[in-house]
């Protein structure tokens, strides 16, 4: 089965350090979304992307937060500056059809120190 | 702003029916999800529904759907060990391009033996 796959799995970076997260989507997908977990909160969409541009983006997701598609294959998160309330578990996820039967990613644990 | 509500947590016995069960705000909903995740994983779609259909049957799932109370609920039959995971509902909202899911804050499964 196809699936979305996303590195490094844990990440801990030193606030004020940028940081990119791997995402790798379904091949014949074409939406591709970040959304981000903080623990104990709910799960909240960041972005999406489609047509190699944002489609729509979150209070969230400001001048720090940035993706890109950069080889038809990845997409990328990067986080400019990071901040110690950045970390959460950040999940890509890939859809054929805007946000319908969207496959997520296994998440990559974003620790800030 | 748009919502989605559940129970924190259910307790079942092997064998038993579990239902869990969720609430939303967004009437123009179109498709409502249940994710499942498991220790350590990803988010993984079980299963959804389409806002106009009142119930979904796959293999032991069973999803309700009460679009006037906005009340949604999963049904796993014949609950088994393997079922133990912090259960997601979701809901799409958005049009065109710019859908995206809301979460609920997740239903933790505990199956007794």
């Known amino acids: 089965e196809p699936e979305v796959t996303q590195t490094p799995s844990h990440q801990v970076t030193q606030m004020g350090q940028e940081v990119i997260l791997r995402c790798v989507p379904i091949?014949?997908?074409?939406?591709f979304y970040w959304y981000r977990q903080i623990l104990g909160q709910k799960v909240e969409f960041l972005v999406s992307?489609?047509?190699?541009?944002?489609?729509?983006k979150s209070e969230i997701f400001d001048d720090q937060f940035s993706v890109e598609r950069p080889d038809g294959s990845n997409f990328t998160l990067k986080i400019r500056s990071t901040k110690l309330e950045d970390s959460a578990m950040y999940f890509c996820?890939?859809?054929?059809?805007?946000?319908?039967?969207?496959?997520f990613g296994q998440g990559t644990r974003l620790t800030v120190v | 702003g748009e919502d989605v509500e559940q129970s924190l947590f259910l307790s079942v016995r092997e064998g038993d029916s579990s239902v869990i069960n969720c609430t939303y705000t967004?009437?123009?909903?179109?498709?409502l999800y249940w994710y499942k995740q498991e220790p350590g994983a990803g988010l993984q779609l079980l299963t959804y529904?389409?806002?106009n259909m009142d119930m979904k049957q796959d293999q032991r799932l069973t999803v309700l759907l009460n679009k006037k109370d906005k009340h949604l609920s999963l049904r796993i039959a014949d609950t088994q060990t393997g079922d133990s995971a912090i259960y997601f509902c979701?809901?799409?909202?958005?049009?065109?391009?710019?859908?995206?899911?809301?979460w609920g804050l997740g239903t933790s499964l505990a199956v007794n033996p």
């Open positions: 091949s014949n997908h074409l939406y």
């Open positions: 979701a809901e799409s909202i958005g049009g065109g391009n710019n859908r995206k899911l809301i």
């Open positions: 996820a890939s859809s054929l059809l805007p946000a319908f039967e969207a496959f």
């Open positions: 529904i389409f806002s």
């Open positions: 967004d009437s123009s909903s179109t498709y």
């Open positions: 992307f489609y047509n190699n541009e944002i489609s729509e």
